[in-house]
């Protein structure tokens, strides 16, 4: 088949099936309404056709009532008439409401409720007689034709009223027969169409097959070699990354030392001259001697400053006494800074020097967080061995926030993320607004890393001497 015969076909299909299916929804949507229609008639005619049968029946009840209480005098004979004459007003008012939309049948069914309010009436007056002990007069009424005249009356009038009702419940279901029927044949059309526009559909499909064969062939190799460049990419990358965070922290180092070599030096030696003054001074100098104070005491403060800064560039303590106790130091002095409660759990871990700079920069990294936007009142600091790795997590009850709604600028949490995938981890972040925040981090135990056994014990920070498990908090 040629591409123009092709675009024919499918020209031709669509409008078919579209047309098809407009046409099975107006035969269906109007064959709906019209039976609904019918059945809601069939309904109201059904409910009056029950309606004055239940006359005819309160009528009975009415009279069997009232016949009792007359031959007996008990009481309990007229709880029937009263209920049955209670019920044939309310039936008597839906009737009416219903035959004023029915003039052919309103002078029929007026005949009916007049001739009931005289069988009622005519009821009731024999009723008086009985409860005044006018036993001539009731029996007198009885004999009358007038209640015979007008049961007779009111069971004419029903028998016309339900005669017309019963013609038109049988209208109705033939209007309800014939929409089926129209129905029926609507959808035997449509469904023959739709059987046409589908097999054009399938012939189509058909010739396209192998055209789309081909195109998925074409696209999978297009995607392969995609997929290929990506991963070359995604690897230079990730070397990139770790090449630049391997240069800050060699900045970091040697700026780290020039501040120890350079600064320090030259703070120590101001320190010693202040001293050297001081002694030499006479007593009788005491503003001098103050002002010397002073200048100590700020350059006391200038190399409490540059061991601070030396320590946020390079902490020594991490490669003179390990990650642990480099934790420990971190989240005391953050605990004395910041006024937070600080409870920690470390287990000493077999990391490298690598991993180990970067559990530490983790926690430091989630600390600083911490104290710019928590407003928590404690915080949780946990490192211990999992399978083959370790889990490192910082947990605060701060004011927490919404993850999926962090800012595309929020540099911490994207760094901390790069660092942690770099030695080869995954991290996470779990937050809920006013419940607190946690991030955590897994890593994996380096082959070199894992000769030595996983230490077991859990050392913290400020001791409790009565804590069971461990747990310190500060």
């Known amino acids: 088949m040629t591409q123009a015969l092709r675009r024919r ?19 269906s949507e109007l064959a709906y309404n019209r039976s609904m229609a019918a059945l ?3 309904t109201h005619a ?3 056709r029950l309606d004055i049968s239940r006359l005819l029946r309160l009528m009975v009840d009415a009279e069997s009532g009232q016949r009792g209480y007359l031959l007996t005098g008990k009481a309990n004979y007229l709880e029937p008439y009263a209920a049955a004459t209670g019920q044939i007003g309310s039936v008597l008012g839906r009737l009416t409401s219903y035959y004023r939309t029915q003039p052919g049948q309103l002078e029929d069914f007026e005949t009916l409720a007049r001739a009931m309010e005289k069988k009622i009436s ?3 007056l024999s009723l008086k007689m009985r409860r005044e002990g006018r036993d001539e007069a009731w029996q007198a009424l009885l004999e009358t034709d007038i209640g015979r005249e007008a049961q007779e009356t009111i069971r004419a009038a029903a028998e016309r009223l339900g005669r017309v009702e019963s013609e038109r419940l049988q209208a109705h279901q033939a209007q309800v027969t014939r929409t089926l029927l129209i129905s029926r044949l609507g959808v ?6 739709s059987v046409l526009a589908f097999y054009l559909y399938l012939r189509q499909a058909r010739e396209l097959v192998a055209e789309r064969e081909r195109k998925r062939l074409a696209l999978q190799a297009e995607r392969d070699a995609l997929d290929g460049q990506v991963q070359r990419r995604t690897a230079q990358l990730t070397e990139l990354m770790q090449h630049l965070q391997t240069m800050q922290e060699t900045e970091r180092s040697h700026l780290a030392r020039e501040l120890h070599d350079e600064l320090g030096a030259l703070l120590t030696s101001a320190k010693l001259d202040v001293a050297r003054l001081k002694s030499r001074l006479p007593d009788r100098a005491p503003e001098v001697i103050e002002r010397l104070d002073h200048l100590s005491e700020v350059l006391n403060n200038g190399i409490a400053l540059k061991r601070r800064i030396i320590e946020d560039l390079r902490p020594s303590a991490l490669g003179h006494l390990g990650l642990v106790a480099s934790l420990e130091i971190l989240t005391r002095e953050f605990g004395q800074r910041s006024g937070l409660a600080m409870h920690t759990e470390l287990q000493a871990v077999p990391l490298g020097e690598s991993a180990d700079l970067t559990v530490y920069r983790f926690v430091q990294e989630a600390l600083t967080n911490i104290a710019r936007h928590a407003q928590a009142k404690r915080v949780d600091v946990l490192l211990r061995a999992v399978d083959g790795g370790i889990d490192v997590s910082v947990h605060d009850d701060g004011a927490g926030f919404d993850p999926q709604a962090v800012r595309s600028n929020a540099h911490g949490l994207v760094g901390m993320r790069y660092r942690v995938q770099a030695e080869g981890g995954r991290m996470q972040v779990q937050s809920q607004p006013g419940q607190g925040s946690r991030v955590s981090a897994w890593l994996p135990v380096r082959a070199a890393a894992a000769v030595g056994a996983v230490a077991g014990k859990v050392i913290g920070t400020a001791a409790s001497p009565d804590d069971a498990t461990g747990s310190q908090t500060a």
């Open 9 to 27: 076909t499918a020209a031709l299909s669509f409008p078919l099936a579209l047309l098809t299916a407009l046409a099975l929804l107006l035969v």
């Open 40 to 42: 809601q008639d069939t």
């Open 46 to 48: 059904f409910q009056v």
């Open 122 to 124: 005519e009821l009731d």
């Open 188 to 193: 035997g059309s449509m469904t023959v169409l």
